[in-house]
């Protein structure tokens, strides 16, 4: 037979298919009417020159371009299975994300768990879309854990090792092999750290801003602690209007992401009643749970960065903010040299226990969230980080399911992008065990907020 239609297959790996328009003309066949037979189907090469192995070239009528689809949104599949399922490569990497961070737990729909999942919206819904995902085969046992999927490396290493140590005794050479890895944070993402703090941090002392603000409540929280006054709710929340909006005007705007959006989606963000979520959370950092000041400062409390005294200690020696705010006269009552443990702070029964009414077991549950916001931003010496706080603030500040958005898949790549450092931040400062579970705990901790600051807002006397 003739195969000069086909390109050089003597000095190549590719099998390549025989043109039946070629092989027709070649051999005067009318392809139009006739169907191919067995010999242009299934024509069988032998590369004798390269000894490469036997290949089977297909006609163009068994289907060469058929395309699976996935079972979950439509789009084009993998060829082979993912988890046990035939999906496509972003429902692929959708589900193993979900899975190895935890977040499938948390998934809520807001409709009647029924939402239409296909290529163009399979990103409205992630609740509907990973129950997709088990529909179609997918086993949450098959995606690897990090502690799973380094005791698989390990093992290669290990055999490594073990060849090595035989090559180099029976050589009688040393070799010093590397240590284990660890997830270092890359010098990209410690500038993105500092920058946050930087944008965090740029409006200055929040008692400077406090007093600017509301003069009043911001002198009645000061005489409070250095024990002149009792502190009064309506200064407390002077206090947390203060952080919102300084937060909204000040803060936010500094991180050009936020450019992206919609003026609507980020009026939501500023200016909704939800905003107020991330703002709860940061100021549940400057009070205290218990009573015993001496226990909280002997174990690292964290809040001495932030405690009035420290901020009242700087402003005192800033001659300008002192001429500015004319604040000769309230520092001149106040005992500056105070030790930081005769100074008070507000706790929880200031704040809260006098001012929430309703279930009993709801106000337990609202202590309860309110003590894991103060205890999770610690590090595993029982020390505050600040990059936590901030993180997390971002984190919820920037967390779709709070508000009504026009583009809601664009603030959640935002949104991602702050999970992400946060996760790395905490693989590189903490042992990998906690830095899993502290993790898990701040995904848990974003809707124990919002219920939190629900529970605040709706059982105010």
Known sequence: SDFNTMSDISGSNKINEIKVEDFSTKHGTNTSHEKPNEFQNDIKLSNAQNGHQRGKVKGVNKMKDKIWLCSVCDAPALKYSSYGGKVCSSCRAFFRRSVQSGYHALFECKLDNMCKIEQDVRKKCQFCRFKSCVRAGMRITLVMSDQERNSKFNKFRRTNRTIIKEETESKQVSITLPSNLYFAFSSEEQIDLYNINIKMASTGSWVQNLLIFDREAAVNLIDYTYGIA????????????????????????????????????????????????????????????????????????PHCSGLVASHMVKISKDPDTMNSLALHDLVSRLDLSKDMADTQMPTYENVYQQTLVGDKHMMEKHREIVNKILRWPRDDNNKFDCWMVGLMTLILAFHSEFYTLIDKEKLEKIQLKYITILQRYLRSKLKPESANTKFLDAMQLIDQTREAWQISGANLV
Not at 240 to 253: A, C, E, Q, V, W
Not at 263 to 284: E, K, P, W
């Open 230 to 301: 009792d502190l009064k709710k309506a200064s407390w929340d002077t206090f947390k209007r203060s952080m919102s909006y300084n937060f909204g005007k000040y803060i936010l705007p500094r991180f050009s992401e936020i450019s992206e959006l919609s003026s609507h989606d980020i009026g939501q963000i500023m200016n909704s009643n939800s905003s107020g979520i991330a703002q709860f959370f940061r100021s549940c950092q400057i009070f205290w749970m218990g009573s015993d000041k001496n226990e909280k400062l002997a174990k690292g409390h």
